[in-house]
């Protein structure tokens, strides 16, 4: 689902306030995990100093505490570069209440992949700490970080 913010997105489905230009996934059920595919170049280890930081990939993520006080889902990112690795898996919710200072920043180390071209997924899965309900996850930015 995509949410411009110039629409309101229905009752019990929108994330925590704050955002717009949002995309949102839910799964199909609880065995069909939904995706999203992203593929982008990821930075190039610098030439003149060691890095201190490996690349990184951010999301601001929110779960969708309109829908059930027990909405969450499980988050799940993979990096293909022409083998796939699950590089991270994280639960997002449940917030008690709606509230903008429940969007969180996840981040993704992307060692190994720099100077490389790679598909990212984002998927959004069933689990968490509890069981299905509304298992959605909400992005509002996502960015590769250069190592540095």
């Known amino acids: 689902m995509w949410a411009s913010g110039k629409e309101p997105v229905p009752d019990g489905e929108a994330p925590n306030p704050g955002a717009f230009g949002m995309l949102g996934l839910h799964p199909v059920n609880p065995s069909r995990p939904s995706t999203a595919y992203w593929k982008v170049s990821v930075p190039a280890l610098p030439t003149t100093a060691p890095a201190r930081r490996p690349a990184r990939l951010r999301l601001r993520v929110s779960s969708t505490p309109g829908a059930s006080p027990k ?44 100077g ?33």
């Open 71 to 114: 909405a969450d889902g499980l988050l799940r990112i993979g990096a293909f570069d022409g083998k796939l690795t699950w590089i991270a898996s994280e639960v997002v919710g449940p917030d008690a209440a709606p509230d903008p200072k429940n969007w969180r920043w996840v981040e993704v180390d992307l060692t190994g992949y720099e």
């Open 116 to 148: 490389n071209e790679i598909l990212i997924l984002i998927q959004a899965a069933s689990g968490g700490r509890t069981s299905w309900h509304w298992e959605a996850i909400w992005i509002d930015e996502m960015e590769i970080k250069a190592a540095r």
